[in-house]
Nanobody, 114 residues
Framework: VQLQASGGGLVQAGGSLRLSCAAS????????MGWYRQAPGKQRELVAS???????YYADSVKGRFTISRDNPKNMVYLEMDSLKPEDTAVYYC?????????WGQGTQVTVSS
């Protein structure tokens, strides 16, 4: 499974960005997928996930501000990020879990200025 992430950039606090992740295979074959992020000097943390049945998970720090969604025919997963804060600044990584294997996309930088 190959994943291609895009959509990062520089935005002011309070602004919005949408990240996209394109999968090289049908997302129906993927158990779950979503986004991690890693800020400088910090460990990679799970931001949001979407399971095959549509169940979602969000880190407490982004609940109510971020929304994960998918477009099945396009094999795409999105992360809509609203009310961005400087502490959301990080490299965001798309990931996909297929049975026991985890696949990663390249990171996309999100920078939120205060």
């Amino acid at each position: 499974v190959q994943l291609q992430a895009s959509g990062g950039g520089l935005v002011q606090a309070g602004g919005s960005l949408r990240l996209s992740c394109a999968a090289s295979t049908s997302i129906f074959s993927i158990n779950y997928m979503g986004w991690y992020r890693q800020a400088p000097g910090k460990q990679r943390e799970l931001v949001a996930s979407m399971f095959t049945g549509g169940t979602t998970y969000y880190a407490d720090s982004v609940k109510g501000r971020f929304t994960i969604s998918r477009d099945n025919p396009k094999n795409m997963v999105y992360l809509e990020m609203d009310s961005l804060k400087p502490e959301d600044t990080a490299v965001y990584y798309c990931y996909a879990r297929v049975r026991v294997d985890t696949y990663w996309g390249q990171g996309t930088q999100v920078t939120v200025s205060s």
